[in-house]
C-alpha cells in the first residue's frame, strides 16, 4: 500500500494516506511502519484492563478521552438484568470496566442504558463511525466499521494500551484486494449469505495482509446494515479490514445521529465524504469476482467460516476432497459437528436458534426474523433466542411490534449484548448441542463446550427455527 503518485489510489490508501502521523523509512519487507493517528477508540470489558492497568503503572492518563467511548457486552446477562451479575467473573470484568473509566474519564454505557449493547453496534448508532475515520477495538469484528468507508480494526490489548496513550498506532501497510460483487442479490438471498460465500471462496486465510474493499453492483444496492454484516467478517477470511465506499446510503443512515455533523458541517462532510472512493486508475493488489445474482442462501457445515455451502447442497464428502489438508480437516469438523457425510443440509435439526451478535443483531435483522415468524410457532423442542444489538435496537423493536412477534412465536426476547455468539455469559449450547445462529464464528466450543454451531442468515435462522431443520423460508408452508 505505496502512495505512488503516477496511479491512482484505493479507498483504503486515500483514507491510510489521510492519517499518517510519520512515515517509515525504507522499502519492500524492511520497510517501518508508519504512525496512524486514530480517529475513534472502542472500548469493552474484556479487553481493556490490562490497558488500563498499564497506563496506571506509568502514570499516564488517557491521551482522548473525547475520543474513546465504552460499553457492556461480552460478559453482560440478557435477563434479569436489573440483579447484580450471577458470575464472578464477569461481575469482575464488568465492574473493573466501570472503575477504569471512572477513572479515566471514559464516556461508558452500562447495562440497562439505551446506547448499551455490542461494541460495533453502538458506535454506528450513535453516529460515532463516519467515512475516511480509523477506527480501532481491542476486538477482531472492529471491520465492521468499514462499512462506512473507514479503516476499522481490531487490535490487541497492548495496542488498546498505545492508542490510549498516544491516540495513534504504529502500522505496517496493507496490501488491498478488490471483492467485485456483480449482479443484485436475488429475493431471499442476504449479505450475509454473500460473506458466507466469499469466504468458502477464498478461505479463511484468503485476505491475511489485506484490506478488502467490497464493489460493485449487488454492494451498491444493499443497506447500511447489510453492508455491515459483510464487513464484519472480513476478519473470518483473515483480512486485517475490509471496507465499503460511502455513498448516499450511508449518508441517509448516518444523518441526523447524535455525533452526525449538522448544517454547514454536514455540508462539507459529505464533499469530503464524496472523495471517498477507489480512483479508476488505482490498482489493487489482487481482485475477486463474484456473481451475486447466482448466490443462494448459504449456510455453514464445519467448524471454521470458510466450511460452508449453499443450503440446497449436502454435507460434503470428506473422500471427495481433493486436497489433503482440505480433506482431513472436513473429516475432523464433521466428526465434532456429528454430521454425516452426504447428509442433505436441509435434514439436519437443530436445538437452538440463535438471532443476534454484531453481525446480525441489527434492527433491519430482527425485522426479517420477524417477517418470518409472524403468525408462525418455533417447532416442539426447539429453544430460540432473539438477542438485541443493543438496547436501543431492542427499544425501536418494541415500538414496531416485534418483540411481541418473537414472544407469541415462542421465542426468548432478550436484553442486549453478545450472548450466545461466545457464550461468556449463561447464554450457552449445552454439550452436543447443536444451534443454527446469526453470528459469524462456527469454532469448537465457541457457544459452550461441545455445542456445534451453524453459520446462517438471520431469514435462515428464522426459518430453521419453525421447521426445526436447517431451512429457508421458502421452504415453508
Ligand atoms: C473477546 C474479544 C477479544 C473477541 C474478539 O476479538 O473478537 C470476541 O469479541 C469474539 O468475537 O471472539
Ligand atoms: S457479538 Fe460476538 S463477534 Fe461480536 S463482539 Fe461480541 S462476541 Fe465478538
Same mark, same amino acid.
Request: aromatic content about 2%; charged content about 20%; glycine content about 22%.
Given at each position: 500500500m505505496e502512495n505512488m503518485a503516477s496511479r491512482g489510489r484505493t479507498l483504503a490508501e486515500k483514507v491510510w494516506d489521510e492519517h499518517v502521523v510519520v512515515r517509515g523509512e525504507?522499502?519492500?519487507?524492511?520497510r517501518e511502519p508508519d504512525l496512524i493517528y486514530i480517529d475513534l477508540h472502542l472500548v469493552h470489558e474484556v479487553t481493556s484492563p490490562q490497558a488500563f492497568d498499564g497506563l496506571r503503572l506509568a502514570g499516564r %492518563?488517557?491521551?482522548?478521552p473525547d475520543l474513546t467511548i465504552a460499553t457492556e457486552d461480552?460478559?453482560? %446477562?440478557?435477563? @434479569? &438484568? @436489573?440483579?447484580? *451479575?450471577? @458470575?464472578p467473573v464477569s461481575r469482575l470484568q464488568v465492574d473493573t470496566l466501570r472503575r477504569n473509566c471512572e477513572e479515566f474519564g471514559v464516556r461508558l454505557h452500562p447495562?440497562? @442504558?439505551?446506547?448499551?449493547? *455490542?461494541v460495533h453496534v453502538v458506535g454506528p448508532q450513535l453516529g460515532l463511525t463516519q467515512p475516511g475515520m480509523t477506527v480501532v477495538c481491542g476486538?477482531?469484528?472492529?471491520?465492521?466499521?468499514? #462499512?462506512? =468507508?473507514s479503516i476499522a480494526m481490531g487490535i490487541g490489548t497492548s495496542e488498546v494500551e498505545h492508542v490510549m496513550a498516544t491516540q495513534t498506532l504504529s502500522l505496517r501497510p496493507f496490501k488491498t484486494m478488490a471483492i467485485n460483487v456483480a449482479g443484485e442479490l436475488p429475493d431471499g438471498v442476504t449479505s450475509k449469505d454473500l460473506i458466507l460465500a466469499v469466504i468458502a471462496k &477464498?478461505?479463511?486465510?484468503? =485476505?491475511?495482509g489485506y484490506v478488502l474493499e467490497y464493489r460493485g453492483e449487488a454492494i451498491r444496492t444493499l443497506s447500511m446494515e447489510a453492508r455491515m454484516t459483510i464487513c464484519n467478517m472480513s476478519i473470518e477470511a483473515g483480512a486485517r479490514a475490509g471496507m465499503i465506499a460511502p455513498d448516499e446510503t450511508t449518508y441517509e443512515f448516518i444523518k441526523?445521529?447524535?455525533h452526525a455533523p449538522t448544517g454547514a458541517d454536514w455540508d462539507a462532510a459529505v464533499a469530503a465524504w464524496n472523495e471517498l472512493k477507489t480512483d479508476d486508475d488505482a490498482v489493487f493488489d489482487a481482485e475477486v469476482d463474484i456473481d451475486?445474482?447466482?448466490?443462494t442462501p448459504f449456510v455453514t457445515?464445519?467448524?471454521? %467460516?470458510?466450511q460452508g455451502a449453499p443450503?440446497?447442497?449436502?454435507?460434503?464428502?470428506?473422500?471427495? &476432497? #481433493?486436497?489433503e489438508s482440505e480433506r482431513a480437516a472436513a473429516e475432523k469438523a464433521l466428526a465434532y459437528m456429528g454430521l454425516e457425510a452426504?447428509?442433505?443440509?436441509?435434514?439436519v435439526p437443530v436445538d437452538t436458534v440463535f438471532v443476534g451478535s454484531?453481525?446480525?443483531?441489527?434492527i433491519e435483522d430482527l425485522r426479517a426474523v420477524a417477517g418470518v415468524l409472524k403468525g408462525r410457532k418455533v417447532a416442539d423442542g426447539v429453544r430460540m433466542l432473539v438477542v438485541p444489538g443493543s438496547m436501543r435496537v431492542r427499544a425501536q423493536a418494541e415500538d414496531e411490534g416485534l418483540g411481541e412477534i418473537f414472544t407469541a412465536a415462542g421465542a426468548e426476547w432478550r436484553q442486549a449484548?453478545?450472548?450466545?455468539?461466545?457464550?461468556?455469559?449463561?447464554?450457552q449450547l449445552a454439550p452436543g448441542e447443536r444451534s443454527a445462529s446469526t453470528s459469524n464464528r462456527n469454532f469448537? =466450543?465457541?457457544?459452550?463446550?461441545?455445542g456445534r454451531t451453524h453459520l446462517v442468515s438471520p431469514l435462515v435462522a428464522a426459518a430453521t427455527a419453525v421447521r426445526g431443520t436447517l431451512s429457508a423460508p421458502s421452504d415453508l408452508d
Open positions: 525504507g522499502e519492500g519487507a524492511s %492518563p488517557l491521551r482522548r461480552h460478559n453482560v %446477562p440478557t435477563v @434479569d &438484568i @436489573d440483579k447484580p *451479575i450471577a @458470575d447495562m440497562g @442504558d439505551l446506547e448499551q449493547g *455490542i476486538d477482531s469484528h472492529t471491520s465492521t466499521h468499514g #462499512a462506512f =468507508g &477464498i478461505g479463511t486465510g484468503g =485476505g491475511q441526523g445521529r447524535p451475486g445474482s447466482a448466490l457445515w464445519g467448524t471454521n %467460516p470458510g443450503l440446497g447442497a449436502s454435507v460434503p464428502v470428506p473422500a471427495e &476432497i #481433493a486436497d452426504g447428509t442433505p443440509l436441509r435434514e454484531c453481525t446480525n443483531g441489527r449484548g453478545c450472548s450466545m455468539c461466545l457464550g461468556m455469559n449463561p447464554d469448537e =466450543g465457541r457457544q459452550g463446550k461441545g
